[in-house]
């Protein structure tokens, strides 16, 4: 495996680990400590990988040569007891994981801004243009609306109680679908990726051509 896989398998990590915590940490602000008990508010590696969304999943897309990367780890458990709002702090909670992965895309395409002044290199500039990418593609990638996404729980925060019997039935076969989704609607996925890769670079000053004429020069050297 080259270097530059090498490299990507670690930012996916890092980042579904700050994804996961971000769950963690959401929950506990508004009233459960489950994640922080269980010791999921941790950069340990160990605590949060998933041996099929971490692992295998990654490998067989690097094997299949699939321009995306993605991954999962071990979901962060909350209590919905102990929250004052079940509903609301759901989706709360659910949204915290997409939206740390956005923060992390935007401040690492700012970084990429000042890469004149800061004396960036090429091989600097792809890297961080691959901690970008990856970031906008577990955020979007999230918030589709299929169970067990964080995005399904965006979508049940929005159902009436008298959905309760759909929400389980998507929730029961959410694993199924996802497979699918994984297999079939991954190019659509790639594209909308691009798009806002494309026009977050644009919106912070950055040449989107220039960084992935750098990733692209990375990857073929390996």
Do not use: C
Not at 29 to 46: C, E, M, Y
Not at 57 to 69: A, E, R, T, W
Not at 75 to 91: C, E
Not at 179 to 197: E, H, N
Request: charged share 10%; glycine share 6%.
């Amino acid at each position: 495996m080259s270097p530059f896989l090498i490299f990507q398998l670690v930012v996916l990590i890092f980042s579904i680990m700050i994804h996961e915590i971000a769950h963690g940490a959401m929950a506990l602000r508004l009233g459960d400590n489950t994640a922080k008990r269980l010791g999921r508010l941790t950069l340990n590696p160990l605590k949060h990988l998933d041996p099929v969304g971490s692992v295998i999943l990654p490998l067989m897309l690097i094997l299949f040569n699939s321009p995306i990367l993605i991954g999962w780890a071990k979901p962060v458990p909350y209590n919905p007891y102990n929250l004052k709002d079940p509903k609301k702090g759901a989706a709360l909670i659910g949204a915290a994981g997409p939206l740390s992965n956005i923060v992390i895309a935007v401040t690492f395409s700012i970084i990429l801004s000042f890469s004149a002044v800061l004396g960036i290199s090429s091989t600097l500039m792809a890297a961080i243009g691959v901690i970008v990418l990856i970031n906008l593609l577990l955020a979007i990638f999230n918030l589709v609306p299929i169970p067990p996404l964080d995005g399904s729980k965006l979508l049940f925060a929005l159902f009436p109680r008298s959905w309760f019997k759909a929400q389980m039935i998507m929730e029961r076969n959410g694993f199924l679908f996802l497979l699918l989704f994984i297999f079939l609607g991954l190019r659509w996925l790639w594209m909308a990726v691009m798009i806002v890769f494309v026009a977050l670079l644009v919106v912070t000053g950055v040449d989107p051509n220039q960084v992935l004429e750098a990733m692209t020069a990375i990857a073929g050297r390996q």
